[in-house]
Nanobody, 119 residues
Framework: QVQLVESGGGLVQAGGSLRLSCAAS????????MGWYRQAPGKQREWVAR???????NYADSVKGRFTISRDNAKNTVYLQMNSLKPEDTAVYYC?????????????WGQGTRVTVSS
């Protein structure tokens, strides 16, 4: 069993910053890659950023240059530093991880943390 717990969401004014964290726990062999997704009211969940086991990162065009994803392997934690926030960034942000558990790999999701950006 793998658990992902996000934290760091909140209310911020446009132009401000937030740092989200996602900590993985449970019994697993390793974490392959981790990412962030978000879902705004009335919209589908969209991919935001991903960081791979080798350290490479990818970002959605909508956040490129403003958001930075990083990971601390010793803590099994992934972060999302969000700068220059815009009202359109308002969403519930979800952590995702591809994890090796036993003989298999599986995708796991956190419960989400809400980010609200006011104008």
């Amino acid at each position: 069993q793998v658990q992902l717990v996000e934290s760091g969401g909140g209310l911020v004014q446009a132009g401000g910053s937030l740092r989200l964290s996602c900590a993985a726990s449970g019994r697993f062999f390793s974490i392959n890659d981790m990412g962030w997704y978000r879902q705004a009211p009335g919209k589908q969940r969209e991919w935001v950023a991903r960081i791979f086991s080798g350290g490479s990162t990818n970002y959605a065009d909508s956040v490129k240059g403003r958001f930075t994803i990083s990971r601390d392997n010793a803590k099994n934690t992934v972060y999302l530093q969000m700068n220059s926030l815009k009202p359109e960034d308002t969403a519930v942000y979800y952590c995702n991880a591809n994890v090796r558990v036993g003989e298999s790999n599986g995708n796991y999701w956190g419960q989400g943390t809400r980010v609200t950006v006011s104008s």
